[in-house]
């Protein structure tokens, strides 16, 4: 298979293909490849998952259905700055609905998109271990609590 040079891509494969043989005779290395393949590309686009399967002699649909079992590896480009949304109980019951709305008018996205500029993704999670502070959001890394419609529009600016 043959890429073209451009944005590093032909150096990306070539240390796809080094974990590929470093990871070929592990156990279970699909999941330690894809691993290494996301930590690469940043996100599992098809053309990675197509190379991916005629590398390792898995077939497609065994690589793709690896990739869509487990929550972590991402089919689509995140942006800088991953925002996760507790939509558990303890949040739901204080607001955090209103809080998705909130968010997802001020960044023009729908839950799981990446904003165009790729400066934002919002996810929504089931709970973030911190139910006190509900409704809780944690942005690239940090914990967001106590959050109302018009305190996350201030925390979203501190990451503009
Ligand atoms: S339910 Fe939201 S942090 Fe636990």
Redesign the pocket.
Known sequence: MKFSSCNGKEEKYSRLREAIKEYRNSPGPLIQILDRAQNIFGYLPKEVLRFIAKETGFSSSRVYGVVTFYESFRLHPVGKYTIKL?L????HVRG?SAIVDEIETLLGIKRGETTKDRKFTLQTV??????A????AVIDGNYHGHLTRRKVGRVLKEYQ
Do not use: D, H, I, Y
């Open positions: 507790c558990g109980t303890a949040c955090a089931n709970c973030l271990g911190s139910c502070l509900g409704p809780v």
